[in-house]
């Protein structure tokens, strides 16, 4: 049976969906964008500001479900511009310091928000 995980220390969906569902022992996570919990307004002028609201914001989601960072087998990220993927990779790099996950980053057009 699904379990909906929700938690006010990351950001509200802002659509139909759920921060994270837990099913047959797997937590699928959904997507975060660097919004702060508390006022739902885009955070951080840079892209290293913004990365490290994204990994709070999933740590807290995480938490939520009873696991940690270090239970993670895959990630997708996506970027507004692959300029910024070693900034990016620096911050993603010091929440998972040794077992990182397999990882797709990709650069994309748009972002929510």
Same mark, same amino acid.
């Given at each position: 049976m699904k379990q909906v995980i929700s938690t006010p220390?990351?950001?509200? +969906?802002?659509?139909?969906?759920? $921060?994270?569902?837990?099913? @047959? @022992?797997?937590? #699928?996570?959904? @997507? $975060?964008?660097?919004?702060?919990?508390?006022t739902g307004e885009l955070v951080g002028e840079?892209?290293?500001? $913004?990365?490290?609201?994204?990994?709070?914001n999933l740590k807290a989601v995480l938490q939520a479900a009873g696991v940690g960072l270090e239970q993670v087998v895959n990630t997708t990220c996506y970027l507004a511009d692959l300029g910024d993927f070693a900034a990016f990779n620096?911050?993603? @790099?010091?929440? #998972?310091?040794?077992? +990182?996950?397999?990882?797709?980053?990709? $650069?994309? +057009?748009?972002?929510?928000?």
């Open positions: 220390l990351a950001p509200a +969906a802002i659509g139909p969906y759920s $921060q994270a569902i837990a099913q @047959g @022992g797997l937590i #699928f996570t959904s @997507g $975060q964008i660097p919004l702060d919990p508390k840079s892209i290293e500001a $913004q990365a490290e609201c994204v990994m709070q620096a911050v993603y @790099g010091a929440y #998972f310091p040794t077992d +990182a996950p397999a990882r797709s980053c990709f $650069q994309v +057009a748009a972002l929510p928000k």
